[in-house]
């Protein structure tokens, strides 16, 4: 017996996911039918339907504590008329029979009143795993909360593990990109699943790093001795006697801080004479040998604060390198050009010359040819690396089913889902037809769990 589904299609539940039996309840949502109900069921019912979508992870005790009676709205108002007059001329009337009486049959009700039944659960789009389900980072709300409980998200760049933590605006919260691409990506097929078992037992029987190692060194090793026996072979059948190897003797502890002491002064006077390289005028760096001048330095700092750290051929090594790189840097690319120039008109032959040769390319075919050689190197790696069999969604990645139903993003974030992460700008609020609580409810059920909460205030 497999595991019980949570979402099914007998027992409707509502839920904040994009399981796909979720959505199919969410089409056939109906209101309420108030025919044989008392208006305490009805309340009852309309809380306990909104409740399931409206913050599934959080208890009723921690939602009660939430709630408030305020709900936030912004009527637009005429600049002119807030200019033209202070609100005195409301008030002016009042009492004295001079106000007009209010005629109920000439208000209008239509599409641009202020939904603000709506905003009944507006404070859980202020929690954090609510905020991480809304920029579409995770696939329902219980799945935004684990990525917090273990550690995925962060908030002003600073780890948070409480999902119930109360974003204020202008936080800026960040998901872990590979967990967002698991929660928003297609599950695996067959095919990858099988792949990656079999890649997980390969390398829990074998550490692949260190074999890979070893293996190396074992044939390193084999090459060096065969070459040395090659020689001692060649030296016999040439009658010479064959000199026994004798270990090189270590140096002592005085010689090796002699000799650390030594490379120390070089790097300090290789610092002096790059500062002055860098600050002469009359011969001025180009822009490539001052990058390539700022380089050596940082090596040669490091190299400076290695010396006694270091092992003396790692560290004979690296000065090798610095001297390298320094003679690079002192040559002047107009003095290299025409010693180069110079050698290869000493050594090249003059060429005859082929009717059949093809004409040269202008400088834009070039760049053209040179993109498109980019391009397709470019494409040939994407092929390569795109089947990641380590991943735990399917690569190359692409949306999971039924997500498109749900990718909407309200207007109090702002969301940037290539870094994976989002700004909390601003509370959300009920504007003239219109609410920034994303809601499959209509006004009714609202109204109703807005009325059970508030008597229990």
Known sequence: MGRKRFHSLKQVKFRASWNKYNLYNLTRLKPINTAFLTFYQQKWKAKSMSRGYHGEQIREKQWQRMFTPKLNAVVPMDPRYLAENDGSELAAGRGSGLEQPVDPTRLRFGRKNIPYMHMTYAPIEKRLDMAIFRALF???AKQARQ???????KVNGKKMP?????LNPGDLFQVEPDSVLFATGAPKDMEQKRKGRQLRKSSTRVNITMDKFRTARREKRAAERAARMEKEAAAEAAGEAVKPR?????PTLEDNIVIRQQ????????????????????????????QGLRTLVKKVRVFQA??????????????????????????HPR??????????KKVAAPKAVDPDTKPKLTYNEKITKQLEEERQLRMSKIKEEVHDPTKPYATPWRPRPYMSAFAFIPRYLEVNHKI???????????????????TPFPQEIQQLAFTWYLRRR
């Open 162 to 166: 409480y999902p119930g933590y109360l």
């Open 147 to 153: 990525f917090v409980t273990h550690g995925k998200v």
């Open 246 to 250: 004798v270990k090189a003797e270590k």
């Open 263 to 290: 490379r120390q002064a070089d790097a300090v006077e290789l610092l002096k004479q790059a500062d002055l390289l860098f600050n002469n005028r009359r011969k001025p760096l180009s822009a490539k040998q001052k």
């Open 306 to 331: 290695q010396c006694f750290r270091l092992s003396i051929e790692k560290l004979e090594k690296t000065r090798a390198e610095i001297s390298a790189e320094w003679k690079e840097v002192r040559t």
């Open 335 to 344: 003095e290299q050009a025409k010693r180069e120039k110079a050698q290869a």
């Open 420 to 438: 994976c992460s989002a700004v909390y700008l601003r509370d959300p609020v009920a504007r003239p037809g219109l609410t920034e609580v994303p």
């Open 138 to 140: 995770a696939s329902s």
